[in-house]
């Protein structure tokens, strides 16, 4: 392809041998038109891992050398660079791809375990770059919080570290390229934290843990092993079903609103077949030796190195006893008390209209969403869509969230909320949270507990004299002279900004946001009116 030269570089230069190319044979006359006419030259690249200490070792820098292939040739994307798995996948259905490649109807292709998946692109065009990626995972839904899991990662990849990765974890980062699919992102994911050491039944509870809280009756080293990773990583949430293979074991779990099917069958004769409806497989019902579903958050493993299905509760009491992850919890873990334990009166009666007048709310906020709160204790109604203008365009001073839009998924699923879905969702909030999410220590449990991230006045007095070690907190002023222009407020602005940083990188966790002074010849910035703490 013009590239050979480079693509072998990035092999040599992290201890890799090439032993040769192949050009892998396919027919393309039976795919699509669309699909012939943007079909990409599919080569194979073979390397010798006979230098690297054992398979683990190997597989690691193979991670490697995929990531700097990519980073040296644009365009080009490696299905798979594995000593255990091999990827084929294009732009056809499913009963095209033994048809289009060739190797498939060979005889000597053989493999315990195969993992197949055709999509449906709900809401992208079709193309072969945005095929399933299938590295380790397959997955049947969406993963909702995206854009959060992105956000949360690339603050993190700073401070990102390993043992076993050492030097070479700089050459991953940044780890997602944009434009992927969420299938692909969820994907890299899992190949960091199982490169850096994890099992990979452990990677895939920490990414899509199930629903843990207090009504869910679970053993104290599995609940200590929920609790202690919901601190470290945010779930990768949405409607899916996956499986994951490291192409020596392989397996499937749901998500934890169990909002995507997932059925599965065992025969007599030791074939495990599972896929999101039942009757994918003809098997005679004489053969048939066990039949079920997952339910949501349960995990079923196929241990094929013992020859064992290996059963949610067996999985997660394994993964839970690894580390004393309960003990850590119980001894780092400190708690506030959350907004609607601490509500008391106010001693002196604010001026109410200026009050809301200051801070954004309009009459129809009060008419329509306070009143009927406050009056009747009644959840405010509305009808769907809103065509009022954005508030970046508004002349006035919106209230801050009005700044902000929630996502929905794109396809049929009905948005969740913590209070009609207490059982699978939490607002519990964590400060402090520990960014290396490559190494598990006792200190990445060494938290503050919020029940919820709406806190009172008197909850953020209560934060800001926190005593415990590793916790010093700050005040900044949010305030800007009244009569000020807009180079006041933006130079207002750029200086919170450089003493935020001074203070976070000194150590200070917790930063307490002020307007002393408002109403004295003093507005508060108007972007900052409902945050609190940092």
Not at 157 to 175: A, F, I, Q, T, V
Not at 369 to 390: C, F, Q, V
Request: proline share 6%.
């Amino acid at each position: 392809c013009g590239h050979e030269e480079e693509l072998e570089a990035a092999v040599t230069e992290n201890g890799g041998r090439v032993i040769g190319w192949r050009q892998v044979p396919v027919n393309r006359d039976s795919i699509g038109k669309n699909a012939q006419r943007t079909c990409p030259l599919i080569r194979q690249l073979f390397i010798d891992g006979s230098g690297f200490a054992d398979q683990a070792e190997f597989e690691r820098k193979l991670f490697v050398m995929r990531r700097e292939m990519e980073r040296r040739v644009e365009g080009c994307y490696v299905c798979s660079c594995s000593s255990r798995s091999i990827v084929y996948k294009g732009l056809f259905l499913g009963t095209q791809i033994d048809g289009f490649y060739e190797d498939l109807a060979d005889e000597h292709f053989k493999s315990p375990l195969a993992l197949v998946h055709q999509r449906y692109s709900t809401n992208t065009f079709p193309t072969w770059s945005l095929a399933h990626p299938f590295r380790y995972l397959a997955h049947n839904g969406e993963i909702n919080t995206l854009r959060g899991n992105l956000n949360h990662l690339k603050v993190r990849e700073p401070h990102l570290s390993s043992s076993l990765l050492g030097e070479d974890l700089r050459k991953l980062l940044p780890l997602i390229p944009p434009g992927q699919s969420d299938s692909a992102c969820l994907d890299n994911m899992v190949e960091l934290l199982v490169a850096a050491g994890r099992d990979l039944r452990h990677v895939m509870l920490m990414l899509m843990p199930q629903a843990w809280g207090a009504n869910y009756h679970l053993g104290p080293d599995v609940r200590g092993f929920f609790e202690y990773h919901s601190a470290m990583m945010e779930p990768w949430d949405g409607p899916t079903a996956v499986v994951f293979s490291d192409g020596v074991n392989a397996g499937a779990m749901l998500d934890r609103n169990g909002l995507r099917p997932a059925r599965y069958t065992l025969t007599t004769d030791d074939i495990f077949i599972l896929a999101s409806e039942t009757g994918v497989a003809d098997i005679p019902a004489e053969k048939v030796a066990r039949r079920g579903r997952l339910r949501p958050g349960e995990m079923i493993y196929c241990d094929l190195v013992n020859h064992r299905l290996v059963s949610d509760a067996e999985t997660k009491n394994e993964m839970a006893r690894r580390m004393p992850y309960r003990r850590w919890v119980e001894k780092n873990k400190i708690s506030v008390r959350s907004l609607f334990d601490s509500i008391s009166a106010s001693a002196e009666m604010p001026d109410l209209t200026a009050h809301q007048r200051r801070f954004g709310f309009t009459q129809e906020d009060v008419e329509l969403i306070i009143r009927p709160m406050m009056m009747k204790g009644a959840e405010p109604l509305g009808s769907m869509g809103n065509d009022a203008p954005l508030a970046v365009l508004s002349g006035k001073a919106p209230l801050l969230f009005n700044y902000f839009k929630q996502l929905f998924a794109q396809v049929t699923n009905p948005p969740i909320d913590p209070i009609r879905e207490e059982l699978v969702m939490s607002l519990t909030t964590y400060i402090g949270n520990h960014p290396n999410i490559l190494e598990e220590t006792p200190e990445h449990a060494r938290l503050i507990k919020m029940e919820r991230p709406v806190i009172t006045d008197e909850e953020l007095n209560s934060l800001c004299n926190i005593r415990e070690a590793g916790f010093p907190s700050a005040r900044l002023s949010i305030q800007f002279p009244e009569g000020g222009d807009g180079k006041e407020l933006r130079a207002a602005l750029d200086n919170l900004a450089e003493s935020a940083v001074g203070l976070v990188r000194s150590g200070v966790r917790i930063l307490a946001l002020t307007d002393r002074n408002i109403g004295r010849g003093y507005l508060p910035i108007p972007s900052l009116l409902a945050c609190s703490v940092v």
